[in-house]
Structure formats: structure tokens, C-alpha cells
């Protein structure tokens, strides 16, 4: 009997060591940013392609008041609210005194400066895919932008999803550093990928998750249900879309669908994005979306 | 007797059809329906000008400019018989998407200025109409001033 009790004992030892260990979390070092110059206009095209703006300026904000990062907009998820915390160059209330490194880090492993995981409302799935020259550009570009004293708003997020510790054994299940779309892509349809796979984290919504609210890679865009409650979001698999390249374009850049009505919900901001990004940049994400497996 | 009883039966139908026309024409709600035909002159007018920008249509600067004439003239017109009170979603249902915010007293300026920001956007695609880069230089603009208005005042499309 005794003896069963130390087994069991050594067992739970070692099962909360695993654990540990797979939760930990794990961040890159300062070489990896070795012999790299930041290069500002590149930071701004980054800035725009990754939507930070979209998330993180204050609720109802617009034009230039958009480059305020002072954080608070509310999304809701079947775990709890998030609220956008405040990433302007605000040293104190925002990450004005953060490095390139803590930047690298936040975006490609979901680890804060002082080593605690990000819930992944923060798309670091997708920007684990960004290049360390734009992340060091980006950090250069948002470093131009202003301050705001904005107080961070704490994440409404029950229990046992509130254990941080436990977004390790997530990063370890739903985390990929490859791409998705792995098929022969031309110089054009490489760039889309990366656009739309890393910085403009299309799959975030775009992709249905599981109930762990990981992205379900097997259905890559093919649509699901709105965070917000009410419709879909759409599938944009060429199985059920079939705008012409130019069609995807001329929305990305005026908003304007085939029949000339206007974009619509959250993808009037992406829609604001895009239209900031060189024309090719637009091309090529509708050149990419062309190559995506067809699923129905 | 064959054919007579087709006449008959094809009479019937055309005035049955005619009917279910007549009444689907008179239905619902007039302002409503005259904002909606207002925004399908928009549409149309836009398509023209959308279609040589993608490069769909070969360019031709004469329609270009009448359509971005039309679509000057559009913005232009005063349409407030077009947003009487209690047309919005909370009256009408499924009939609009317009939403009540855009009848809030506190929405007023905001909605004159989106409104004038389209007049705005269609004067200069008109002065640029020209030219295919003038076109494709202006209709982002347009776009952006008609989904402005969209983004805040209509109810998102499900």
C-alpha cells in the first residue's frame, strides 16, 4: 500500500515535470536578429499588412487616430472576452520599452518580455511565420507612432482557460512554424502566401477551429462561424469562391464587391489595410488565394 | 378547342405573373425603395468605371465620364425624403439594413459628412475619368466613402 502511494507519487512528480517542461515557454535568443537593419518604410507596409491597427487602436477609431495603439477594443470567443491591450510607444502602459527581441518574440512565439504565454487572440500562429527583418522593421515603424497612457484591461477568461501555463501544451499541439499551402507557388504566389499565411492572418477567421480553438489546417479558409455570433465568415476556397483574380484585387483595393456593393463586418478594416499595400502586394494575395486546396 | 384552351390557360398565367409583379412593385416600403434604386444607380454607374479599372472592359474615356458624371450627379441630389423616421431595422425588419444609429440626433453631423465625403470622392473621380490611372486612382477613394457610411450605418450582410 505504502509502496502504491510512492509510485503514485513519483508518477504525479514526473507527470507535472512533463508537463513543465512542455509548457514552458520557449524564446529565441538575441542572435537571431544579428546583422539585420530595420528599414521604416518596410515596418510601415508591414504594419498595415499585419492589421495591428485593426485590433489594437481604440474602439471606433478612425483615419489617423488608427495609428493610436492604445488598445481596449473587446472580442468575444467561446473562452471569454479578450480586450486589445495598448501597444503604442507608450513606455510604460505600452511596449515604447520593449526591443526588437521582445517584439520577435511576442509575434513569433506568443511569449511576453517577462516570460509569461500570450492567449493566441494574438495571431502569433500566423505570424510565426513572419521574417525577422520585417519584425525588425516593424518594430523600427511603431516606434514613430505615438504614446497613449491607456491603463491595459485584464482578459475576461474563466477557468481553467485562465491557466496560462496551459497555452504551452496548446503553442505544442496547434503551433506550425511551415506553411500551409505547400504546393509549387510562382515568385507572385509565394508572396501572397506569405501575406495571407503570416502577416495578414487570413486563417484567423477565416479557418475553423476545434474545441480547443485550435485552427483546423485540414479546412485551411474554408469558412466558419462569426466570433461575434451572427453569420459565417466566409469559405474563400476556390471550391466555393470564384471571383476573378481581378475581382479579389479591385475588392482589396476599393472595397467594392463584383456586383458593386461594398466590403462588409470585420473585413472593412482588413479592406483598409490592403488598400495601404502596393498593388502587386494585393495581386499577389489574390494569386495565392487561387492555389488554395478547394474545400467544400 | 386545343388551342383555344391554351389561349385561355397562357392568359391566366400572364395575368397571374402580372399580378405577382404588380404587387411586388407596390409592396413595401416607398422610401425604402427608393434609397434602394438610388444605390443600384450607384452600382451601375460604379460597374462601368470598376470594370475598365480591372481591366475587364477596354477603356473608353467618353463613358467613363458620363458614368463618373452620373455618379457625381447621384451624390449630389438631396435625398432626404429617401431616410424618413422609422425606416430603419427596428421598424422594418428584413425590409432595410439601415440601421437606427443613422437616425440618432448625435449620428446627424457624422452622416452629413460621409455624405459629403462621397460627393467629394465621385467630383474628383469625374475630373479624373479621363484617363484609365485617373480612374484607377479615384475608385478607391469612392469605395472607401460608400463603405464608410456602410460600415457604421448598415447592418452587416450574414
Redesign the interface.
Known amino acids: 500500500m505504502r509502496r502504491a502511494v510512492s509510485v503514485l507519487a513519483v508518477l504525479a512528480l514526473a507527470g507535472a515535470a512533463v508537463f513543465w517542461w512542455v509548457t514552458r515557454p520557449v524564446v529565441a535568443g538575441a542572435s537571431v536578429l544579428d546583422g539585420i537593419t530595420p528599414d521604416l518604410a518596410q515596418g510601415e507596409l508591414v504594419f498595415h499588412a499585419g492589421g495591428c491597427a485593426s485590433c489594437h487602436s481604440a474602439d471606433k477609431a478612425d483615419g489617423e487616430a488608427k495609428l493610436v495603439l492604445s488598445g481596449g477594443r473587446a472580442f468575444a470567443s467561446p473562452f471569454g472576452t479578450f480586450y486589445a491591450p495598448n501597444i503604442s510607444s507608450d513606455p510604460e502602459h505600452g511596449i515604447g520599452g520593449w526591443s526588437a527581441l521582445d517584439l520577435y518574440n511576442a509575434m513569433k512565439h506568443g511569449v511576453s518580455p517577462g516570460g509569461r504565454h500570450y492567449f493566441p487572440a494574438f495571431p502569433y500562429t500566423s505570424y510565426v511565420r513572419a521574417t525577422a527583418e520585417d519584425i525588425m522593421s516593424l518594430h523600427a515603424y511603431m516606434q514613430t507612432l505615438p504614446a497613449d497612457a491607456t491603463a491595459n484591461r485584464a482578459h475576461d477568461v474563466g477557468f481553467p482557460f485562465n491557466i496560462r501555463r496551459s497555452l504551452g501544451g496548446w503553442k505544442v499541439l496547434f503551433g506550425s512554424e511551415g506553411w500551409v499551402v505547400e504546393a509549387d507557388l510562382t515568385e507572385e504566389e509565394a508572396r501572397g502566401r506569405y501575406l495571407a499565411e503570416a502577416l495578414g492572418h487570413c486563417g484567423e477567421c477565416h479557418t475553423p477551429r476545434n474545441v480547443l480553438g485550435g485552427p483546423d489546417y485540414g479546412r485551411w479558409l474554408a469558412g466558419a462561424p462569426n466570433p461575434t455570433g451572427s453569420g459565417r465568415i466566409p469559405n474563400i476556397t476556390p471550391a466555393k469562391f470564384d471571383w476573378s483574380k481581378a475581382d479579389i484585387v479591385e475588392y482589396f483595393t476599393s472595397g467594392f464587391t463584383p456586383e458593386f456593393d461594398t466590403v462588409g463586418g470585420h473585413m472593412v478594416d482588413v479592406v483598409e489595410n490592403l488598400s495601404k499595400l502596393p498593388r502587386e502586394d494585393r495581386a499577389a494575395i489574390a494569386a495565392y488565394l487561387k492555389k488554395v486546396p478547394g474545400v467544400e | 378547342m386545343r388551342f383555344k384552351q391554351g389561349v385561355i390557360l397562357g392568359a391566366a398565367a400572364a395575368i397571374f405573373a402580372g399580378g405577382i409583379a404588380i404587387a411586388g412593385g407596390h409592396g413595401g416600403n416607398p422610401a425604402v425603395k427608393a434609397r434602394k434604386a438610388h444605390m443600384q444607380l450607384?452600382?451601375?454607374n460604379?460597374?462601368i468605371l470598376?470594370g475598365m479599372?480591372?481591366?475587364?472592359v477596354e477603356f473608353n474615356a467618353e463613358t467613363a465620364e458620363l458614368a463618373a458624371g452620373n455618379l457625381a450627379t447621384l451624390a449630389s441630389m438631396n435625398q432626404m425624403t429617401y431616410w424618413p423616421p422609422g425606416t430603419s431595422t427596428a421598424e422594418l425588419g428584413e425590409e432595410t439594413r439601415a440601421l437606427p444609429v443613422g437616425w440618432e440626433s448625435a449620428s446627424m453631423d457624422d452622416v452629413i459628412g460621409k455624405a459629403g465625403a462621397l460627393a467629394e470622392a465621385a467630383v474628383a473621380m469625374q475630373a479624373a475619368a479621363g484617363s484609365l490611372e485617373g480612374v484607377q486612382a479615384n475608385?478607391?477613394a469612392?469605395?472607401?466613402a460608400?463603405?464608410?457610411c456602410?460600415?457604421v450605418y448598415?447592418q452587416?450582410?450574414?
Not at chain 2, 53 to 56: D, L, R, V
Open positions: 450607384y452600382a451601375h460604379l460597374g470598376g479599372a480591372k481591366g475587364e475608385i478607391g469612392v469605395g472607401g460608400c463603405g464608410a456602410h460600415k448598415r452587416p450582410d450574414s
